[in-house]
């Protein structure tokens, strides 16, 4: 086991895993052994001139996941739902630099005017439980409803993790996108316009609204696996289920475990545990609090001093909280680390060559999506900013 490291200004009770191969990792996850270098004060130097020279021309939006030395130059910080509203927000800017993952990009490319240009500095930088639903498997998992007769009662709702084409399959099938921060109020309406709902990609988000907000009983749910022939699931299962979860999740959020809370209860005294609901059923009953990255910064904010907290969310959030709250005790809920690697694909050295470019001129790494899939995901997600 390695010591702790040093964590900004702060010292936070961590292990980090070795640099040798983890097994226990998978895509998605980085587990370097090392927390990300200091930021090149060369680096910082030409990002900080080639956005003062594009001065109002450029627009950098950066999601809570990522790294110091990138968020120092958003002009807007926020989770997936408070970007998805923000891009639109500077209609003069022709350039759109987005510091996150690859389907926050398309959304902002969505909700952006047509002359807006939006820029992932790093085209890496995707997202594992996105990943994890595709359009092929998302269309042939609707004609299995469908041969098991159900699929006119089967509203579709994707969390914002989601690629543009599921949203649109979900907008072309007259549903609606949802976040962390308005889950419930997404499936109570879709509920009132279906009897069942095929919540997708992320199990976990979906269980834990249906079932610690809404009243569900873990039996009304089942796990559709697009690896296996329908789902894995027999017709009668089909049609007793409320809930239709697909078998995705979030590589992150996923590692934290009942083993984490329960070692972290017996290690430190009157500590609250803070978790976001992407994470698995048996944390967040476990859990003291449970909400959205937003939630979880604002409860934080507005804790005592003196207070301690075991966060279950991506470490560099946690980090920056721990830094921001020194006088609380803000821990990373398990002991062994890792960053959504991912979003830690965006780095100074990529958002210097996005801006750089764009000061001379040259729109690299742009993301465009198609006027078609743009317009039945616009649907699905104008049905999410009308919730009410
Ligand atoms: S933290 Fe999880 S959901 Fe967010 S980008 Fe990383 S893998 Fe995707």
Same mark, same amino acid.
Request: hydrophobic share 40%; proline share 5%; net charge negative.
């Given at each position: ?20 191969? @983890? ?22 130097? &030409? ?20 790294? @110091? ?192 809370? @329960?070692?972290?209860?017996? &290690? ?35 804790? %005592? ?20 709250? %020194? ?9 062994? =680390? ?25 729109? =690299? ?24």
């Amino acid at each position: 086991m390695t010591t702790t490291p040093e964590l900004g200004t702060r010292s936070l009770p961590l292990l980090l895993l070795g640099t040798e191969s @983890d097994p226990a990792s998978e895509r998605g996850v980085s587990c370097p052994g090392a927390l990300p270098p200091a930021s090149d004060p060369a680096l910082v130097e &030409r990002a900080r001139a080639a956005k003062a020279a594009l001065g109002d021309q450029v627009f950098v939006l950066g999601h809570h996941y990522q790294r @110091d030395e990138v968020i120092q130059f958003a002009d807007v910080t926020g989770d997936s739902f408070k970007l998805a509203r923000d891009a639109a927000a500077r209609p003069q800017a022709p350039y759109i630099v987005f510091c996150g993952v690859h389907f926050m990009a398309e959304s902002a490319d969505i909700l952006t005017a047509d002359h807006q240009q939006v820029v992932l500095p790093d085209m890496a930088a995707g997202c594992s439980m996105a990943d994890m639903a595709t359009f092929d498997q998302v269309e042939e998992c609707w004609e299995v409803l469908e041969e098991v007769g159900i699929a006119d009662d089967v509203v579709p709702v994707t969390y914002m993790n989601s690629s543009a084409d599921i949203k649109a399959f979900v907008g072309r099938h007259g549903g609606v996108v949802c976040t962390s921060s308005n889950a419930r109020r997404a499936l109570e309406w879709a509920y009132s316009k279906g009897s069942k709902v095929l919540f997708l990609p992320d199990q976990h988000l979906g269980r834990n609204t249906a079932v610690l907000e809404m009243g569900f009983s873990l039996d009304d749910c089942v796990v559709y696996d697009p690896h296996r022939p329908e789902g894995g699931l027999t017709p009668r299962q089909f049609r007793d289920a409320r809930m239709l979860l697909w078998r995705g999740h979030c590589s992150v959020h996923a590692r934290f475990t009942k083993a984490s809370v @329960d070692e972290i209860r017996s &290690r430190v005294p009157d500590v609250n545990i803070l978790v976001h609901p992407e994470c698995r059923h048996e944390v967040v009953v476990e859990a003291d609090y449970v909400g959205s990255t937003e939630y979880i910064i604002k409860t934080l904010a507005a804790a %005592p001093a003196g207070s301690s907290w075991a966060v279950g969310t991506e470490l560099n959030l946690v980090r920056r909280l721990a830094n921001m709250h %020194p006088d609380k005790n803000v821990m990373f809920l398990d002991r062994t =680390v890792c960053f959504c690697s991912t979003m830690n694909r965006i780095d100074l050295p990529h958002l210097v060559w996005a801006l750089e470019s764009l000061a001379k001129g040259e729109v =690299v790494n742009r993301i465009q999506v198609d006027e078609e899939t743009a317009h039945y995901a616009k649907a699905a997600l104008d049905q999410m900013l009308a919730l009410p």
